[in-house]
């Protein structure tokens, strides 16, 4: 046995040899190694599905306000459009007032939660129109009472959907103002919850912040410490770096340590943090098999031993050397395993892309992690190939001969 080459083949002959044993010998690596990988792929799947649905809700937005311990300012309008213009990469930045009170449209009268902010914060929550248009900057800058519905505050008050034009009356803060009705949008999980909440439903509606501030005599430069500045994900950190000595600037806030920001990016590492540990323990449980696999092989590479013990001593005394009798045994191990890790990723990749297509999440598959499955698999068999390999080089060939 002088050259690795014939050491593959000698191992290849004895695998083929015993095919059935040797197909159970993989099994257990077979069934590890597909358990891991799917495991590991779902896993990643759900993250990225669950990062996805974090920025469709509105995760995409940075909260700015004010330590009313450490200042007595407020956000102006001029400082809020100030501050717009000074940053970069964002759809726009919105405060949120809101006033709550008793909507009324001809017969029929709901409570109402009238949330007031500017044209960005149609970003929020992914809002989509349905009919009309969302209220714009003029709006804004006009303090015009125009107000969007959702589909049910439009549906309870009117009685059907498309009711661009009619007029709203509000009363909040026993005040009463007229809103005409410029755009109706989908309702989000937060309308329908709103309305189902029996005699304390409420109707959702927006409207821009000055003519709710306006209507209800708010003092809008007094009345504003937080506000939230809308993005595109991909820019998020990006913003973060630059919204803090923005606000400071316009605020002339430098050094007081008074402008606080939080973002979605908190929850969204808090999220991931927890699925890793979630995904770390249930895989390092799909692994105990992977252990039970290389103790299958070290137990069927101790009974080849034990039934071939006459070929060894045949060959050592032939002139095979221990190291080439050790050689043989562990390429065989190697084989059986990385076979088996191999036809364990083919299975693996199969079953989480049949799971994620069922449940819903994305596919995802890290070449580094599969190059790192087939190494994991043949340690195994090298590992748990050493015992049984020792042991045929130790024989003694005399001894060896004498075996029936």
Same mark, same amino acid.
């Given at each position: ?14 695998? =083929? ?23 590991? @792929? ?46 970069? %990469? ?36 992914? @809002? ?10 003029? %709006? ?22 498309? &009711? ?9 803060? %026993? ?11 989908? %309702? ?61 600037? &316009? ?40 252990? &039970?696999? =290389? ?16 070929? @060894? ?92």
């Amino acid at each position: 046995m002088g050259t690795f080459g014939e050491y593959i083949k000698s191992a290849l002959a004895s695998i =083929g040899s015993n095919k059935g044993r040797s197909f159970l010998t993989m099994l257990g690596i077979i069934i590890g190694i597909s358990s891991v990988l799917t495991v590991l @792929i779902i896993g990643d799947g759900m993250k990225a599905t669950i990062n996805s649905e974090i920025d469709s809700i509105g995760a995409t937005s940075v909260s700015v306000s004010l330590d009313v311990t450490k200042t007595d300012k407020t956000f102006t309008y001029e400082n809020l459009l100030a501050i717009q213009g000074a940053l970069s %990469d964002i759809y726009g930045v919105s405060p949120d007032l809101s006033a709550f009170g008793t909507a009324v449209a001809g017969r029929n009268s709901f409570s109402v939660m009238l949330s007031g902010g500017m044209e960005a914060s149609k970003e929020s929550s992914g @809002i989509k129109m349905l009919h009309g248009r969302y209220y714009n900057q003029g %709006d804004v800058d006009d303090s015009k009472n125009v107000v969007v519905l959702s589909q049910t505050a439009a549906n309870n008050l009117f009685g059907y959907e498309d &009711v661009i034009g009619n007029t709203v009356s509000i009363t909040a803060f %026993d005040l009463t103002a007229d809103f005409t009705v410029i755009g109706i949008r989908e %309702d989000t999980s937060m309308d329908i919850a709103y309305s189902s909440w029996g005699e304390d439903a409420l109707v959702a509606m927006n409207a821009p912040y000055t003519a709710v501030a306006n209507s209800f005599d708010m003092n809008i430069d007094n009345s504003v410490t937080t506000f939230s500045i809308y993005l595109d994900s991909d820019f998020k950190n990006q913003v973060l770096s630059q919204a803090r000595p923005v606000v400071e600037n &316009v605020m002339e806030l430098r050094g007081e340590n008074a402008v606080k920001l939080s973002s979605g990016s908190g929850f969204d590492q808090t999220t991931n943090s927890i699925l890793d540990i979630v995904t770390s323990v249930v895989a390092i449980i799909a692994a105990i098999s992977l252990l &039970v696999g =290389g103790i299958g092989v070290m137990n069927i590479m101790t009974v080849s031993v034990t039934e071939r013990t006459r070929e @060894i001593g045949i060959r050592k005394s032939l002139g095979a050397t221990t190291s080439s009798i050790l050689v043989q045994f562990l390429a065989e191990a190697a084989i059986l395993t990385f076979t088996g890790g191999i036809i364990g990723i083919a299975f693996g990749l199969s079953i989480a892309a049949l799971i994620c297509k069922i449940v819903g999440f994305s596919f995802m598959v890290n070449p580094l992690l599969v190059a790192i499955v087939v190494m994991i698999s043949t340690a195994i068999g090298l590992f748990f190939g050493i015992y049984p390999a020792k042991r045929a080089a130790d024989l003694d060939p005399i001894e060896a001969l004498r075996t029936e």
